[in-house]
Every structure is written in structure tokens, then in C-alpha cells.
């Protein structure tokens, strides 16, 4: 049975329920270690605090962990990937993306996925990419920290439905899970071309439930709130997940990798 600690606010008279950082943990833990038996896997790593997350995870749980970035040349994520995985102890391999490769595989996935969504689009050539990565190096399963975003409230538009209070918050978060949902079907078709699956342990039925039962206000503290994730930052945090990667400001895949710089430019040629 999950434990909670209640403290009374004597203010406006309302419980606040705080979710002990253990239970968290053990919750993030299970949903690893029962969404992947095998003991060889890849994690797609930016070196931002959920990647993190997932990948001292892995480590503690005694998996041959290898990290996977993938990125154009100069781009953020492979540079702060490296000094992160240094930091862990981790292997993490690289593939700079060449833009000519990019304009052929760029048309090859659209026609795949037949999907009219920017951001979708962006993330299955991430992912296309990632899994290519992979491949290369022997790995067959792929595990992203896809969910923390929308579980825990890490992106913007969070902070714009905060002034319509929980129950647009909840929606907001209703949809966002969907929404991956649908990407993640996407990311498996590409994914499938190479002969590699990507699981998402933090979209498993019984995480989500665990996690939507956290209060908001342990993941964002309001409209102006631009770290947000508070409890999971938290929760890096106490399993050793390095520092300026568990307060790292939420950079998506798409723009610290450059594929969405690159993505628009070969639209416009």
C-alpha cells in the first residue's frame, strides 16, 4: 500500500497531501524493472533529468546500459550527453547527423507515418535515427523516458492552464498522455524498420495512475513556474542523478538535437 504523509495548511483550511519521495522512487523503479526483463539495453539519452533518470535506473538495476544521442553537428544534447554519461559512468555513443542523409530519410518517414504533425514528425526522425544508433551497436530495445513531460507537468503549456486551476491541468495532462500515446505508435513503426523496439516504461498503465494521484502543486507551483517536475527533480536527485542534469530546464529532442532547425529548412528548399 502506498504511504502519504498530510499536512494541514491552517491557512485555507485544506489537506495537502505530499507523496514521499521513497514511494515515488519505488514507483519509478517498478515501472523499469517490469517493463524491462532483458539485461542488454539502449536508453535515448539528451542528458536532461527524465533520460537521466531512466538511465541511473537502468544502472542500479544492474542492466548493461548503453546511451544513445544523436544530434547535427554542434548541437546541444551531444555535448551535454557526453559530459552527463562521463559524470554517470555510462558508455554513450554518438551519430552526428548528416544533412544530406537527413533530406532522404526526412521524406522516407513522412510518407511512413503519413502524419500531418510537426512535432511528431521531428520525433520519429529523432527516433529513427536513435534506433539506427542502436542497431549498430547490437542493441534491440531502446527505452525512453517519454511520459515525465506530461505526468509531472514539465512543459510550458502547463503553466498557461495553471490559472484554470487542477481540472484544466488534468485535462491538459488527459491529453498530452494521448498524444504520446499516438506518437509512440509512430516511433514503432519507425522503430520496426530496424528491428528494434522502444518501450516507455513511465506510459505503463499502472505508473500513469500512480503518477496522476500526485498533487499538482508538488509538480508545478504556478503560472510562473518555469522548472516545474519539482517532485521528480527531487527524486533524481536522492538516487545520485547528477545535478545540473536533474535542474536542467526542459530542452525538447527536436530542438536540442537541431532536427528541428534542420527539419524546417529542408521544408523550405
Known amino acids: 500500500m502506498q504511504r502519504f504523509a498530510f499536512i494541514w495548511a491552517h491557512e485555507n483550511k485544506q489537506a495537502v497531501v505530499l507523496v514521499l519521495l521513497s514511494d515515488l522512487k519505488q514507483a519509478l523503479y517498478e515501472a523499469v524493472s517490469r517493463s524491462v526483463p ?8 539528451s542528458g536532461g533529468v527524465d533520460s537521466s533518470l531512466l538511465a541511473k535506473i ?25 559530459g552527463i554519461a562521463s559524470k554517470m559512468g555510462i558508455e554513450c555513443r554518438t551519430l552526428e547527423i548528416d ?10 518517414i513522412m510518407q511512413t507515418i503519413n502524419c500531418g504533425n510537426t512535432s511528431h514528425i ?4 529523432a527516433y529513427f535515427y536513435i534506433c539506427k544508433l542502436a542497431k549498430q551497436n547490437g542493441l534491440d530495445i531502446v527505452l525512453s523516458a517519454n ?84 517532485i521528480l527533480r ?22 536540442g538535437s537541431l532536427i528541428h532547425k534542420y527539419f524546417k529548412k529542408a521544408r523550405n528548399t
Open 38 to 45: 532483458e539485461a542488454k539495453i539502449a536508453v535515448a539519452f
Open 58 to 82: 537502468c544502472q542500479d538495476l544492474a542492466k548493461q546500459v548503453t546511451l544513445v544521442t544523436v544530434g547535427f553537428s554542434g548541437s546541444h544534447d551531444i555535448g551535454f550527453a557526453k
Open 99 to 108: 544533412y544530406r542523409d537527413f533530406q532522404e530519410n526526412l521524406r522516407r
Open 122 to 125: 521531428e520525433n520519429c526522425i
Open 147 to 230: 511520459g515525465c513531460d506530461e505526468l509531472f507537468c514539465g512543459y510550458d503549456g502547463y503553466r498557461r492552464a495553471y490559472s484554470g486551476g487542477e481540472a484544466a491541468i488534468m485535462k491538459l495532462m488527459d491529453e498530452k498522455i494521448a498524444n504520446e500515446f499516438t506518437l509512440m505508435a509512430e516511433v514503432a513503426t519507425v522503430a520496426g524498420q530496424f528491428g528494434v523496439a522502444v518501450r516507455q516504461p513511465f506510459l505503463s498503465n499502472k505508473f500513469i495512475e500512480f503518477a496522476k494521484a500526485i498533487p499538482v502543486g508538488q509538480k508545478i507551483k504556478g503560472p510562473d513556474d518555469m522548472t516545474r517536475k519539482h
Open 234 to 255: 527531487q527524486a533524481a536527485l536522492s538516487i545520485g542523478v547528477p545535478e545540473e542534469s536533474a535542474t536542467k530546464p526542459k530542452k525538447a529532442l527536436q530542438y
